[in-house]
């Protein structure tokens, strides 16, 4: 992105849900994407823990883009917790080599007014790649959580395999949870998945935690955290206590 381009409209699909109105007086200020390459064979991994808010306040405009050449036989992983924005947006492009792999897990909380998107876009443009995608939304009051997720499949790309997992639990029927997980494949020998699920807590679980002496509040709390849990399986065990340890901090916030 930059200032020379239009800003975009509800008919581009990539910003079909995005609060356009908050953006606008922003969109000047927007720098292109960050570009990353991960050399072949190299592992390297990444954490987003806060949104850069452009005016420093929670009701501001938080807007990262990245832009991610994955090289042959290389890795490269991205956990997210999308929450400090009135409007938040990761948008994400990753092209994998031969061989590569990207693994993507975030987790989207939200409340109050709250748009908050992950948009992705993963190219498998060799044989024998490999990327996991996997998104926990968890939505409170009015807020709105949306998961835009394509995955194309170039011809020669064949041996390649792809998943997506996107689940929303909504705590208010205020709420609103949007996904739309897309692949587009033109090879023929590939293994691709994907699958997208709205719901609420199940009260059956609740009152068996409650018959147990468990208070309502610490059970709700225990049932999110490994709702959301499921996007960081895949962290170095270190890694993933910072970000879980801030996801519980969060989620203290929705209920």
């Not at 990353?36 to 806060?50: C, D, F, N, T, Y």
């Not at 990207?102 to 989207?108: D, K, N, P, R, W």
């Not at 997720?149 to 689940?167: E, F, I, L, P």
């Not at 994907?194 to 468990?214: C, I, K, P, W």
């Amino acid at each position: 992105m930059s200032a020379i381009q239009p800003l975009p409209t509800w008919r581009d699909e990539a910003w079909r849900y995005g609060d356009l109105k908050a953006l606008e007086p922003v969109w000047p200020k927007l720098a292109g994407p960050e570009k990353i390459v991960v050399p072949a064979g190299e592992k390297i991994s990444r954490q987003i823990l806060e949104l850069p808010v452009l005016d420093g306040t929670k009701d501001g405009v938080g807007i990262v883009d990245l832009d991610i050449t994955i090289g042959d036989n290389a890795t490269f992983a991205l956990h997210m917790l999308v929450s400090d924005a009135g409007y938040g947006r990761v948008q994400v492009k990753a092209t994998l080599g031969k061989g590569a792999h990207f693994e993507l897990g975030g987790a989207i909380l939200g409340n109050g007014d709250q748009t908050l998107e992950i948009v992705t876009e993963v190219i498998h443009a060799a044989p024998d790649g490999t990327s996991n995608q996997v998104v926990r939304s968890v939505l409170a009051e009015k807020a709105t959580g949306s998961f835009l997720g394509k995955v194309n499949v170039a011809r020669d790309a064949q041996k390649t395999d792809a998943a997506q997992s996107v689940k929303a639990m909504l705590l208010d029927r205020t709420a609103t949870a949007n996904a739309k997980p897309e692949l587009e494949i033109f090879a023929d020998d590939v293994k691709c998945a994907h699958g997208a699920t709205v719901g609420e807590l199940d009260n059956q679980a609740l009152f068996y935690m409650a018959s147990r002496g468990l208070p309502p509040e610490q059970a709700r709390k225990l049932m999110l955290h490994a709702f959301i849990a499921d996007a960081f399986v895949c962290m170095d065990e270190a890694e993933r206590e910072a970000v879980e340890q801030k996801a519980l901090k969060l989620l203290e916030n929705l209920l």
